[in-house]
């Protein structure tokens, strides 16, 4: 019986570097011994990211064995890596990015991005995370990390993927030559040892500056990767909607995004930018040097009240818990500042009092309570 080259299975490469390398790495030999290792799906993704070259792919694929074991990635897999989730929620305040809870119309994993409205600085933070052996990693190391972990979370769903990368509220800032090396690394480190795995990946909301980015980033990337990357306008855009949907259900595609569906990769209250409400923020105009009142009841749990207005105005604010003046006259401007309300506040009402200090321009102002969706404010 002839075996399609899908089936084929590879065995680890003979040459000189794999076997100095391998037995460097103990579980890695052992499985390659015991012929464990690689396992079909493994050798057969490999196989074909290297066109069918056996010899090239079973030398690609070793390395790749070894780096897995060097790296951890089982162990960000199985989440017994003990910085796994507590790193990924450090770097969530950075860069908002989820594994969708639903899938595309065939069953693969969709992969959210909110970039544009990621922190730029974690591409040259110097610490961003100290892991459970009392290291400090910087912004590269812990997301890079993260990043293989998501990777190994997606393969344990589904062998491909669909990512959509949301460039909603990008600007200049985010285009850093750290920012572009980081990105590098990333797709390097995907070709290298996750070939074959993306369906497509989808560029929504890019602005004429990513253009210009893309066309460094693109430099050095495989045809076939390439041929599998749109970039797109706007999601309101019939096309791009239309495109999204091609992939998507509508009752499965993120609202910010154009869907129905709310609460998918939620954005760390620090994040939020721009000139529209950012997941499920209230918003109300203030006119030149006028003020807004705010006002609910606190809901049983404790939270923080994060305020912030658009590029076009500044603001003071004045918060009052249940009679008394929490925060008085703090100035505020589009970077979103966090006012933690006390406990004893709960069931309480809050009145946000906002006074526009641009004498000039009428704005947009922005609040939520931090984890309490569905509140009602009365403005007036
Ligand atoms: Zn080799």
Known sequence: MCKSPSTR????????????????????????????????????????????????????????????????????????????????????????TALHTRR?????????????????????????????????????????????????????????????????????GHVSSAGIALIKSMIALDQRHYPETLHALLIVNAPWILEKAFAIIRQGMDPVTLGKIKVLGSTTNASVHSELLAHIDVADLPDFLGGELAGCCPIHPRLRAGSAPVDGEATTTIDAGATRVARAALPAAAAELWVRSSAACAVTVDVIVGGAAAVTAASVGPAPQCFPLAAAAAEAEVELRVTSTNRMRSGAIFWTLDGVSEIEWEVE
């Open 9 to 96: 299975v590879l065995s680890a490469c003979g040459c000189e570097r794999c076997a100095t390398r391998i037995p460097n790495f103990p579980k890695t030999a052992a499985g390659i011994a015991s012929g464990a290792l690689p396992t079909a799906p493994m050798a057969d993704r490999f196989l074909r990211g290297c066109k069918g070259d056996a010899k090239k792919a079973a030398h690609v694929l070793t390395d790749s064995l070894c780096w897995r074991e060097e790296y951890g990635a089982d162990a960000l897999r199985d989440e017994s890596e003990p910085d796994g989730a507590p790193r990924a929620e450090i770097i969530q305040s950075y860069y908002p």
């Open 104 to 172: 595309d119309r065939k069953g693969r994993v969709v992969w959210i991005e909110r970039v544009g409205l990621c922190d730029p600085s974690i591409a040259s933070a110097k610490r961003v995370y100290q892991n459970a052996a009392g290291q400090w990693e910087d912004g590269p190391t812990a997301w890079l990390r993260c990043h293989v972990r998501l990777n190994e979370l997606a393969g344990r769903q589904h062998a491909e993927r669909v990512v959509i990368m949301d460039m909603q509220e990008m600007n200049s």
